[in-house]
């Protein structure tokens, strides 16, 4: 069975500029979630989808923003960059969403984003 | 608000020592926990998870944690470490919000393996 796949690995932007980060989830899981990486504030819930619905959102600014399509892959992207957004972002997708999950996540190796 | 501490943000070992790595979790309601696991340049991979069963929980790798409500802990342990352990590894509690379920993961150990 295929993990999560996140594409691409490595990306470098300048700052103003916008990126789109795509994530494929395992099959059959319908619950996609985004976390950035940082070394300062660490891992960071960003947003979780789940049926091509938003179903929960971490404390980003509105220039982060992510969608899910009708095959539970998704995308999340970043208007006018910034240096601090440079990071690792980390999709991870589980089989259900709410409190009927245990909440565990299986991640995908990360999207590695250097602002210039 | 739940949330999770890990104390000691380096640890280091000599390899076929014991690892004890310490999270320790607030919670107003009983939580699911979690250990994952990070090699350089890689993802989160799920070591172990406790989801209200048994309090001794065996992971992968050798690795297991026991669930302590009293002292609010999930320690991490490994009785003989190995070098390929060498990584970084994050505690986690499941949060319920609303309709969702979000983690919300401790700042993480990184465990150094000495030879």
């Known amino acids: 069975k295929a993990g999560v796949t996140q594409t691409p690995r490595y990306l470098i932007k300048t700052r103003g500029q916008q990126v789109t980060l795509s994530c494929s989830p395992i099959?059959?899981?319908?619950?996609v979630s985004w976390y950035q990486q940082t070394p300062g504030q660490g891992l960071q819930f960003l947003f979780e989808?789940?049926?091509?619905?938003?179903?929960n959102k971490g404390n980003f600014p509105g220039r982060f923003s992510g969608r899910q399509f009708s095959n539970s892959r998704s995308e999340m992207n970043v208007s006018t960059l910034e240096l601090g957004d440079s990071a690792l972002y980390l999709c991870?997708?589980?089989?259900?969403?709410?409190?009927?999950?245990?909440?565990?996540?299986?991640f995908g190796e990360g999207s590695r984003l250097t602002v210039l | 608000a739940q949330s999770v501490t890990q104390l000691g943000s380096h640890v280091s070992v000599s390899e076929g020592a014991l690892v004890l790595l310490r999270c320790n979790y607030s919670s107003s309601v009983p939580p699911y926990l979690f250990w994952y696991v990070q090699y350089p340049n890689q993802g989160l991979q799920l070591l172990l998870k406790?989801?209200?069963?048994?309090?001794l929980v065996k992971g992968i790798n050798g690795f297991e944690a026991e669930f302590k409500k009293s002292e609010t802990s999930f320690h991490l342990t490994k009785p003989s470490a190995h070098m390929s352990d060498a990584a970084e590894y994050f505690c986690?509690?499941?949060?319920?919000?609303?309709?969702?379920?979000?983690?919300?993961f401790g700042s993480g150990t990184q465990l150094t393996v000495l030879p």
């Open positions: 989808y789940f049926s091509e619905t938003q179903r």
């Open positions: 406790y989801t209200s069963a048994a309090t």
């Open positions: 099959s059959g899981h319908r619950s």
């Open positions: 986690a509690v499941s949060v319920s919000s609303g309709s969702a379920r979000q983690l919300t």
């Open positions: 991870a997708s589980s089989l259900a969403s709410g409190g009927r999950s245990t909440g565990e996540l299986f």
